[in-house]
Structure formats: C-alpha cells, structure tokens
C-alpha cells in the first residue's frame, strides 16, 4: 500500500490548505483513514478519521476549522484546513487502517506564520 500526501506549504494565520491523500488501492478496502500530525519536539496525534462508512472523527483542536472527506473515485482523502493558526505547524501524514495494520504515508510540511 502507497499512500502519497500532497498540497502541504506555507501559509499565513487565518488562511487555507487542502491537503490530498491519494493511495495506490482501492480506499474501499480500508477500514478507516486518517490525517495525523506531528511537531517539532511533540508526538505524532490524530487531527482527524473517516471510517469506510463515512463517520468522521477529529481532535478537539481543529474541530470546527478542518474537514475530512475521501473520493473512494479517486482513491483520495482529503483535509480542508481553514482559520489555520501557527500552532497547526507540523509535519501531516496521511495513515490507513485495515484488518489491524496501519500504513502510513511520507508525510507533507505545514507551516503557519503568524
């Protein structure tokens, strides 16, 4: 499984990203996918999931400012980032889940300025 995230950049506080997450399969066979984070000096954390049925899931940092979606089309997952803040800097990996092994993408920078 190849997952490869795109549309990572700089941006200003306040502005917008969208974020794609295109897998090399069928998205269908996944159970869940998900946008992951990581800091500088932090822990990889969950931003947000979406379950082959479509529920979605997101931490309580970006609720209400980012959205998961997936194009099962286009093998994609998508995040819309919006009202972005410099705390949302981080390194994004896109992660898929299946029968209980997780593959992850290489990951893509976003970096906020304030």
């Known amino acids: 499984v190849q997952l490869v995230e795109s549309g990572g950049g700089l941006v200003q506080a306040g502005g917008s990203l969208r974020l794609s997450c295109a897998a090399s399969?069928?998205?269908?066979?996944?159970?869940?996918m998900g946008w992951y984070r990581q800091a500088p000096g932090k822990l990889r954390e969950l931003v947000a999931d979406i379950t082959s049925d479509g529920v979605t899931t997101y931490s309580g940092s970006v609720k209400g400012r980012f959205t998961i979606s997936r194009d099962n089309a286009k093998n994609t997952v998508y995040l819309q980032m919006n009202s972005l803040k410099p705390e949302d800097t981080a390194i994004y990996y896109c992660k898929s889940r299946r029968a209980g092994l997780g593959y992850w993408g290489q990951g893509t920078q976003v970096t906020v300025s304030s």
């Open positions: 399969e069928s998205i269908f066979s996944f159970n869940a």
